[in-house]
């Protein structure tokens, strides 16, 4: 197995995006601009998300987002202290922006065939307090959406889809990120498409959509539908630095957006790209009887066609996750957590004093049991995966 690596991110990087890259800068014009509103336009039109603003990353989306949810000019303001059921499988940036808006997370379990939100969990967790679903698409694979969004009509929740890991996904046809409220979507290196660093938040009203444009650039009135009528009602100030909101500085560039927008362009390529990856591996992994009996492959849910970010993997219970995972690493084959394992067992919730009721048993079970392996959007040959298999039959 000598001078074999199995990446969990390849470079992502083509010529022809680095081109779009090179443009820019040989313009000098480098900040937010023209080709950032033209992929935040594409995005929106291809996703079907009505208002989707480019941001730094996806962290920056998810923290806007529970910003918006909190402001002052939002009618459906919430209030310190209200409630947000979060899956205990997350990611730390789906869990602080709710933290540091002075919301109340309230953690639920998961589905252990699909590492999602366990919805019969999600209900009981609801109470009077309970304003907002957190959702986590766990690497590209979903819950089912007709009965979460049953569950939020009926509680009259609102519902914000932290879709960074599942770009591409569609549920029964429709795209992961369009059923909520707000949606967010992360283009770091590692995902389905990159920007270098850079997100998306998006929403389906306008009135949202102005806060997080003030939001995301200091709380200008700058670029806002109701620019001039602010500046009418504050004379006195310089119209052009008028501050009519809280605010941050998160925006995206024209060079990651350029990048962004020259993979999307190719989306749809890369999805089907790593799908067949993945059933090959997948279907190499089953034929040899050591490999299959002692590794699970979490498969999509059912009505998902999946746009798979990596291969999430469940040990045997007979096995030692760690020990197998060592074993890996040391032949070649890089992994990680399946995005943190169970957040609960991370060390900021005991110094932040986060509480939670009931035991986390399924993602005890992957915090224990899992790990996943990268996916590559360049075909892989069979002597490769073939290596690959080896490797798994060797770690045993």
Known sequence: MQNYFYP??????????????????????????????????????????????MVNSGSSANLLAFQCLINPYRKRRLKKNDEILIPALCWSTSLWPIVQSGLKPKFVDIDIDTLNINLKDLEKKISTKTKAIMLVHVLGNCTNMDELMKIKQKNNLILIEDTCESLGTKYKKKNLGTFGEFSTFSFYTSHQISSGEGGMVCCKNVEDAEILRSLRAHGWSRGLKGEKKIAKLNKSLDSRFIFYNSGFNVRGTDVSASIGLSQFQDLNLFVKSRLRNRNNIVKEMHKNKKVKTNFQIIKENTYVNPSWFGIPILVSKKLNRNKIVNKLEKWGVETRPIISGNFLKQPAIKKYNIKTKGKMKNADYVNKYGFFIGLKTTHMKNDEITKLIKIFEKSI
């Open 8 to 53: 969990l991110v390849e470079n992502p990087y083509r010529y022809k995006d680095l081109k779009k890259a090179k443009k820019i800068l040989d313009s000098g014009k480098l900040t937010s601009g023209p080709v950032t509103e033209k992929f935040q336009n594409s995005f929106s039109k291809v996703m079907n998300t009505k208002y989707s603003l």
